[in-house]
Protein backbone atom coordinates (compact mmCIF):
# COMPACT_ATOMS: atom_id res chain seq x y z
CA UNK A 1 0.00 0.00 0.00
CA UNK A 2 1.07 3.36 -0.82
CA UNK A 3 2.04 5.66 2.09
CA UNK A 4 -0.87 8.19 3.00
CA UNK A 5 0.82 11.75 2.95
CA UNK A 6 -2.32 13.49 3.51
CA UNK A 7 -3.04 13.60 7.42
CA UNK A 8 -6.96 13.72 6.85
CA UNK A 9 -6.31 11.31 4.13
CA UNK A 10 -4.95 8.88 7.09
CA UNK A 11 -7.98 9.93 9.17
CA UNK A 12 -10.38 8.62 6.65
CA UNK A 13 -8.60 5.17 6.39
CA UNK A 14 -8.42 4.33 9.97
CA UNK A 15 -12.23 4.87 10.79
CA UNK A 16 -12.62 2.95 7.28
CA UNK A 17 -10.40 -0.01 8.97
CA UNK A 18 -11.31 -0.17 12.49
CA UNK A 19 -14.79 -1.66 12.01
CA UNK A 20 -13.03 -4.14 9.54
CA UNK A 21 -10.40 -4.95 12.59
CA UNK A 22 -13.27 -5.48 15.17
CA UNK A 23 -15.32 -7.54 12.65
CA UNK A 24 -12.34 -9.97 12.27
CA UNK A 25 -11.35 -9.91 16.27
CA UNK A 26 -15.31 -11.01 16.64
CA UNK A 27 -14.72 -13.23 14.14
CA UNK A 28 -11.75 -15.03 15.68
CA UNK A 29 -13.11 -14.40 19.15
CA UNK A 30 -16.38 -16.84 18.08
CA UNK A 31 -13.83 -19.93 16.33
CA UNK A 32 -12.11 -19.56 19.73
CA UNK A 33 -15.38 -19.63 21.57
CA UNK A 34 -16.48 -22.72 19.46
CA UNK A 35 -13.29 -24.72 20.04
CA UNK A 36 -13.75 -28.02 22.42
CA UNK A 37 -13.10 -31.94 22.38
CA UNK A 38 -14.85 -33.43 19.44
CA UNK A 39 -18.54 -34.38 19.73
CA UNK A 40 -19.28 -37.79 20.57
CA UNK A 41 -21.75 -38.53 18.81
CA UNK A 42 -20.55 -37.72 15.53
CA UNK A 43 -16.71 -38.26 15.70
CA UNK A 44 -16.13 -41.40 15.01
CA UNK A 45 -19.26 -41.85 12.94
CA UNK A 46 -17.75 -43.05 9.94
CA UNK A 47 -15.58 -45.66 11.73
CA UNK A 48 -18.88 -47.31 13.63
CA UNK A 49 -20.80 -47.18 9.94
CA UNK A 50 -17.35 -49.40 8.77
CA UNK A 51 -17.84 -51.59 11.80
CA UNK A 52 -21.51 -52.47 11.19
CA UNK A 53 -20.65 -53.67 8.17
CA UNK A 54 -21.03 -57.08 7.37
CA UNK A 55 -18.53 -59.11 5.09
CA UNK A 56 -17.76 -58.69 1.60
CA UNK A 57 -18.69 -54.50 2.54
CA UNK A 58 -16.51 -54.46 5.70
CA UNK A 59 -12.66 -54.15 6.06
CA UNK A 60 -10.39 -54.56 8.95
CA UNK A 61 -10.44 -51.37 11.54
CA UNK A 62 -6.74 -50.92 13.12
CA UNK A 63 -6.71 -49.21 17.06
CA UNK A 64 -3.51 -48.23 18.11
CA UNK A 65 -3.12 -47.90 21.89
CA UNK A 66 0.16 -45.67 22.42
CA UNK A 67 1.84 -44.62 25.44
CA UNK A 68 3.32 -46.26 28.82
CA UNK A 69 2.85 -48.86 31.37
CA UNK A 70 -1.13 -48.63 31.99
CA UNK A 71 -1.81 -49.32 28.50
CA UNK A 72 1.03 -51.54 27.72
CA UNK A 73 -1.15 -53.38 31.15
CA UNK A 74 1.55 -53.66 33.71
CA UNK A 75 0.35 -54.64 37.16
CA UNK A 76 2.10 -55.52 40.44
CA UNK A 77 5.50 -56.89 40.73
CA UNK A 78 5.77 -55.72 37.28
CA UNK A 79 3.76 -58.54 35.99
CA UNK A 80 1.76 -57.60 32.36
CA UNK A 81 -1.72 -58.24 32.85
CA UNK A 82 -2.61 -58.00 29.00
CA UNK A 83 -6.09 -59.23 29.16
CA UNK A 84 -7.28 -57.11 31.86
CA UNK A 85 -6.06 -54.36 30.65
CA UNK A 86 -8.15 -51.38 29.22
CA UNK A 87 -7.00 -52.26 25.04
CA UNK A 88 -8.16 -55.61 25.26
CA UNK A 89 -11.03 -54.64 27.96
CA UNK A 90 -12.10 -52.00 24.46
CA UNK A 91 -11.24 -55.07 22.09
CA UNK A 92 -13.63 -56.64 23.26
CA UNK A 93 -16.38 -54.39 24.01
CA UNK A 94 -15.78 -53.70 20.54
CA UNK A 95 -16.37 -57.01 18.92
CA UNK A 96 -19.85 -57.58 21.52
CA UNK A 97 -20.94 -54.16 20.13
CA UNK A 98 -20.02 -54.81 16.36
CA UNK A 99 -19.94 -58.76 16.53
CA UNK A 100 -19.10 -58.42 12.48
CA UNK A 101 -16.23 -56.33 12.88
CA UNK A 102 -12.44 -57.26 11.84
CA UNK A 103 -10.99 -54.98 14.63
CA UNK A 104 -7.18 -54.88 15.43
CA UNK A 105 -6.48 -53.55 19.04
CA UNK A 106 -2.48 -52.97 18.37
CA UNK A 107 -0.84 -51.99 21.71
CA UNK A 108 2.41 -49.45 20.96
CA UNK A 109 3.14 -48.56 24.54
CA UNK A 110 6.40 -49.36 26.70
CA UNK A 111 6.45 -49.22 30.69
CA UNK A 112 8.64 -46.28 31.61
CA UNK A 113 8.44 -44.18 28.57
CA UNK A 114 7.47 -40.44 28.82
CA UNK A 115 5.86 -38.70 25.77
CA UNK A 116 8.97 -37.43 24.81
CA UNK A 117 10.51 -40.88 24.01
CA UNK A 118 7.13 -41.82 22.44
CA UNK A 119 6.87 -39.26 19.89
CA UNK A 120 10.06 -39.59 17.89
CA UNK A 121 9.00 -43.39 17.67
CA UNK A 122 5.54 -42.53 16.40
CA UNK A 123 5.87 -42.80 12.92
CA UNK A 124 7.72 -45.98 12.78
CA UNK A 125 5.88 -48.16 15.56
CA UNK A 126 2.54 -46.22 15.28
CA UNK A 127 1.28 -44.58 12.01
CA UNK A 128 3.20 -47.66 10.03
CA UNK A 129 0.01 -49.74 11.21
CA UNK A 130 -1.98 -47.62 9.08
CA UNK A 131 -4.99 -46.82 12.28
CA UNK A 132 -7.81 -45.67 12.03
CA UNK A 133 -7.62 -44.66 15.60
CA UNK A 134 -4.86 -43.46 17.76
CA UNK A 135 -5.01 -43.15 21.72
CA UNK A 136 -2.87 -41.34 23.35
CA UNK A 137 -1.84 -42.07 27.33
CA UNK A 138 1.47 -40.43 28.88
CA UNK A 139 0.30 -38.22 31.64
CA UNK A 140 2.14 -39.91 34.81
CA UNK A 141 5.37 -40.70 33.28
CA UNK A 142 5.15 -37.29 32.00
CA UNK A 143 5.19 -35.90 35.87
CA UNK A 144 9.35 -36.13 35.18
CA UNK A 145 9.02 -34.25 32.19
CA UNK A 146 9.26 -30.37 31.70
CA UNK A 147 5.43 -29.00 30.89
CA UNK A 148 7.03 -27.13 27.59
CA UNK A 149 8.31 -30.53 26.31
CA UNK A 150 5.39 -32.75 27.39
CA UNK A 151 3.26 -30.02 24.82
CA UNK A 152 5.86 -30.09 22.26
CA UNK A 153 5.64 -34.40 22.37
CA UNK A 154 2.14 -34.50 22.71
CA UNK A 155 1.63 -32.03 19.84
CA UNK A 156 3.83 -33.39 17.35
CA UNK A 157 1.99 -36.99 17.61
CA UNK A 158 -1.02 -35.44 17.31
CA UNK A 159 -0.72 -33.35 14.14
CA UNK A 160 1.14 -35.85 12.04
CA UNK A 161 -1.62 -38.48 13.02
CA UNK A 162 -4.41 -36.20 11.73
CA UNK A 163 -1.97 -34.99 8.83
CA UNK A 164 -2.98 -38.75 7.76
CA UNK A 165 -6.53 -37.95 8.93
CA UNK A 166 -6.57 -40.48 11.50
CA UNK A 167 -8.84 -40.11 14.53
CA UNK A 168 -7.27 -39.56 17.82
CA UNK A 169 -8.02 -39.82 21.33
CA UNK A 170 -6.37 -38.61 24.13
CA UNK A 171 -6.72 -39.61 27.80
CA UNK A 172 -5.78 -37.75 31.01
CA UNK A 173 -4.05 -40.14 33.51
CA UNK A 174 -5.45 -42.61 35.94
CA UNK A 175 -3.90 -41.82 39.34
CA UNK A 176 -1.32 -42.58 41.38
CA UNK A 177 -1.44 -43.77 44.99
CA UNK A 178 0.72 -40.81 45.90
CA UNK A 179 -0.84 -37.87 44.18
CA UNK A 180 -2.68 -35.49 45.61
CA UNK A 181 -5.77 -35.37 43.56
CA UNK A 182 -7.29 -32.02 45.28
CA UNK A 183 -4.09 -30.13 44.18
CA UNK A 184 -5.09 -28.30 41.22
CA UNK A 185 -1.99 -27.35 41.03
CA UNK A 186 -0.29 -30.69 41.27
CA UNK A 187 1.83 -32.62 38.78
CA UNK A 188 -0.60 -35.10 37.64
CA UNK A 189 -3.71 -32.41 36.93
CA UNK A 190 -1.55 -29.99 35.57
CA UNK A 191 -0.83 -33.18 32.88
CA UNK A 192 -4.56 -33.77 32.69
CA UNK A 193 -5.02 -29.95 32.00
CA UNK A 194 -2.80 -29.89 29.36
CA UNK A 195 -4.54 -32.73 27.74
CA UNK A 196 -8.28 -31.43 27.84
CA UNK A 197 -6.37 -28.34 26.33
CA UNK A 198 -4.90 -30.21 23.42
CA UNK A 199 -8.22 -32.04 22.83
CA UNK A 200 -10.24 -28.54 22.65
CA UNK A 201 -7.29 -26.67 20.59
CA UNK A 202 -7.30 -29.96 17.62
CA UNK A 203 -11.23 -30.84 18.32
CA UNK A 204 -10.39 -34.10 19.01
CA UNK A 205 -11.54 -37.16 21.58
CA UNK A 206 -11.09 -36.92 24.98
CA UNK A 207 -11.30 -39.58 27.70
CA UNK A 208 -11.13 -37.72 31.37
CA UNK A 209 -9.61 -40.58 32.98
CA UNK A 210 -8.45 -38.70 36.02
CA UNK A 211 -11.86 -37.48 36.25
CA UNK A 212 -13.51 -40.55 36.24
CA UNK A 213 -11.48 -41.89 39.43
CA UNK A 214 -12.24 -38.91 41.52
CA UNK A 215 -15.91 -39.31 40.65
CA UNK A 216 -15.51 -42.62 41.76
CA UNK A 217 -13.71 -41.87 44.91
CA UNK A 218 -16.03 -38.95 45.55
CA UNK A 219 -18.75 -41.49 45.55
CA UNK A 220 -17.52 -43.44 48.50
CA UNK A 221 -15.13 -45.86 46.40
CA UNK A 222 -11.85 -46.16 47.81
CA UNK A 223 -8.32 -45.96 45.63
CA UNK A 224 -6.90 -49.19 46.66
CA UNK A 225 -9.75 -51.39 45.23
CA UNK A 226 -8.85 -50.37 41.46
CA UNK A 227 -5.46 -50.07 41.86
CA UNK A 228 -2.98 -53.15 41.27
CA UNK A 229 0.42 -50.90 42.39
CA UNK A 230 1.37 -47.42 42.84
CA UNK A 231 0.67 -46.21 39.48
CA UNK A 232 -1.00 -49.14 37.99
CA UNK A 233 -4.95 -49.69 38.13
CA UNK A 234 -6.25 -53.22 38.42
CA UNK A 235 -8.89 -54.62 35.93
CA UNK A 236 -11.59 -52.33 37.76
CA UNK A 237 -9.51 -49.75 37.21
CA UNK A 238 -9.16 -50.12 33.57
CA UNK A 239 -12.90 -50.71 33.11
CA UNK A 240 -13.45 -47.34 34.42
CA UNK A 241 -11.24 -46.13 31.00
CA UNK A 242 -13.11 -48.53 28.87
CA UNK A 243 -16.40 -47.60 29.43
CA UNK A 244 -15.08 -43.93 28.52
CA UNK A 245 -13.45 -45.18 25.62
CA UNK A 246 -16.62 -46.92 24.62
CA UNK A 247 -18.92 -44.16 24.86
CA UNK A 248 -17.07 -42.80 21.96
CA UNK A 249 -18.85 -45.60 19.70
CA UNK A 250 -22.21 -44.55 19.17
CA UNK A 251 -23.94 -47.16 17.83
Same mark, same amino acid.
Not at 21 to 38: E, M, V
Not at 102 to 117: F, L, W, Y
Not at 136 to 162: F, H, P
Given at each position: ??????? $??? %???????????????????????? &?????????? /????????? %??? $??? /??? @??????? *?????????? *?? =??? /?????????? %? $????????????? #???????????? !????? *?? +????? @??????????? !???? $???????????????????? *? @????? =????????????? +????? /????????????????? #??????????????? &???? +? +??????????? @?? =????? #?????
Amino acid at each position: MRFIKNI $ELR %KHFLLLALPLFFINFTADAQIIDQ &QGPADKATYL /AEITTILKK %KWP $ENR /AIN @ICCHGHS *VPAGYANELI *VD =TFN /AYPHLLHKGL %K $EQFPFAVINVIVT #SIGGENAAHGAP !RFEKD *VL +SHNPD @IITIDYAINDQ !RTGI $ELVDKSWTSMIEKALAKNIK *V @ILLTP =TPTIFANLDDPDG +SLNKR /AQLIMELAGQYNIGLVD #SLQEFKDFLDNGGKL &QDIM +S +STHHPNRKGHE @IV =TAQLL #SWFQN
